[in-house]
């Protein structure tokens, strides 16, 4: 039977959570629990944009550090416990949360000029702000790729991915311009334990491209860039930063 223990970690809503478990029989051996330290209970709101639901990713960062080394140090009492007998780290989290990211990757939020920024930060899956840039999706999509919303339950959704991009460009094109590409912090967070969060590195997974981002291998990856274009022009420049598998 396999020996070694393997880190879970869950990107909440609130808080991240890490688990250390004993992969020879699924024994949970430590965990930790860290509130984000941004927004109000961990999500930054506008009072006057009542959809509006974002998260600082820094508070990613801070999370993983804090978790990682609490739940090692609580295992570490267990006997015959090592650190080097950490197999592998597993990591879920919200969707769809898209971000902005530069041409590095690093997140717009964590650059200093954008540090306290909504549009710079995740937007979070109950950001809702881009309602109505769904229901353009969702039209544009009937008329000229209708096997787009076969994918996805016949409507596109103001939580997902192109959406969410959509609405940055309308409200602040400052923030949209500065963006080389969005990235989701399911595919970012794991990039940034990998170190491959530069855009050429990045491995995007395909259950947050799939009916959120308009992705299948039957089209050749990610959703049309004319398509896209014809909701606005500037996200072609998005549809190219991303890959075809």
């Known amino acids: 039977m396999a020996s ?3 880190i879970g970690l869950d990107f909440g809503t609130n808080s991240v959570r890490a688990i250390v478990v004993d992969v020879k029989d699924g ?3 430590a965990e930790s629990v860290w509130n984000y330290a941004h927004g109000t209970a961990g999500v930054i709101l506008d009072h006057s944009v009542p959809d509006l639901a974002r998260q600082h990713p820094a508070d990613y960062v801070k999370g993983i550090e804090i978790t990682v080394v609490d739940a090692l140090k609580q295992a570490s009492k267990i006997s015959g416990f090592s650190a080097a007998n950490v197999i592998g780290i597993g990591v879920d989290t919200t969707g769809s949360t898209p971000m902005p990211v530069d041409q590095n990757g690093t997140a717009l939020a964590l ?4 540090d306290a920024n909504p549009d710079a930060m995740a937007w979070l899956w109950k950001d809702h702000t881009s309602h109505a840039e769904a229901e353009e999706f969702t039209v544009a999509a009937a008329k000229q790729h209708p096997e787009y919303l076969a994918k996805c ?12 991009i959509l609405r940055c460009a309308r409200v602040n094109p400052e923030v949209f311009a500065a963006a080389h590409t969005w990235v989701e912090i399911a595919d970012w967070i794991p990039a940034v334990l990998a170190g491959t969060t530069h855009p050429l590195k990045l491995k995007r997974g395909v259950c947050a491209a799939g ?3 308009f992705y299948n291998v039957a089209w050749g990856g990610y959703a049309d860039a004319d398509f896209v274009a014809s909701l606005n022009p500037g996200l072609s420049r998005v549809r190219k930063s991303l890959p075809d598998k």
């Open 4 to 6: 070694g223990y393997t």
């Open 27 to 29: 024994r949970e051996v």
């Open 111 to 114: 650059l200093p000029q954008y």
């Open 153 to 164: 339950g016949g409507r596109y959704s103001s939580e997902w991915f192109w959406a969410k």
């Open 211 to 213: 009916h959120k981002a």
